[in-house]
């Protein structure tokens, strides 16, 4: 088991969201910590292209940096739900 206090609040914050949604926030396996983790990597590229060559990339740099922070803190949480923890209760 993990204590969920070690994950960033962010993290947290997904979890008990998604727990709420399925109705159980009591025990979230690590397999459903890898799907959320994909979701959010896909989220995260939707925020933001990879590539700044891309030529859908026609956004203001003001908007463009807001993407990129949006998106690098989205990868953050998944890369920690992604980490080798165990299943979370």
Known sequence: MTDPTRLSPAAQAVL?????????????????????????????????????????NNLPAALECECRRIRCELLAIAAELNSNHPILH
């Open 16 to 56: 008990y969201a998604y727990g709420e949604k399925v109705g159980s926030t009591a025990a979230i396996t690590s397999y459903e910590r890898s799907g959320i983790a994909a979701v959010l990597r896909f989220a995260a590229d939707q925020v933001a292209f990879n590539n700044l060559d891309d030529s859908r």
